[in-house]
């Protein structure tokens, strides 16, 4: 067996890189275009799994429009929410959703008194609803 020296050679100086391949001529769209044009694409592509697996957004089995466009725009919604979580926390909607599933609050009523109690949150938690009020914690 021998070693080919020029492969390995190539290998090496290509190792890291990516190479893009568009039918769009250089004229009519620059190379940095197409580049941030796939950016933008892994954002899609992560959006529509987030749909499929965090959101449970199922195929849908209604034949009238008006169900179909409902179903929709819930999903739609849902995602929206998800992002602006995403967002705020800096969290991924899943680590979002095991931080939050413990918070309990109780309401009790005692005679003609009703008063709730707020979950009792740590640091961290605290942290996480002051990032969806105001913003990324």
Known sequence: MVLDETALAKARRLAGLKGLITNIPATVLPAAEVIDSCRDLRH?????????????????????????EAHLTIV??????ARTVQARTGLSLRQFLRQIRSWRSA???AKSAVE???PALGP?????LDGLKHGAT
């Open 107 to 109: 309401t009790t009523e």
């Open 44 to 68: 899609v592509e992560q959006t529509f799994r987030m749909s499929k697996n965090d959101l449970r957004a199922r195929p849908l089995f209604a034949r009238r429009r008006d169900s179909i």
């Open 116 to 118: 709730t109690l707020p």
């Open 76 to 81: 739609l919604a849902a995602l929206a929410i």
């Open 124 to 128: 961290g938690q605290q942290a996480i």
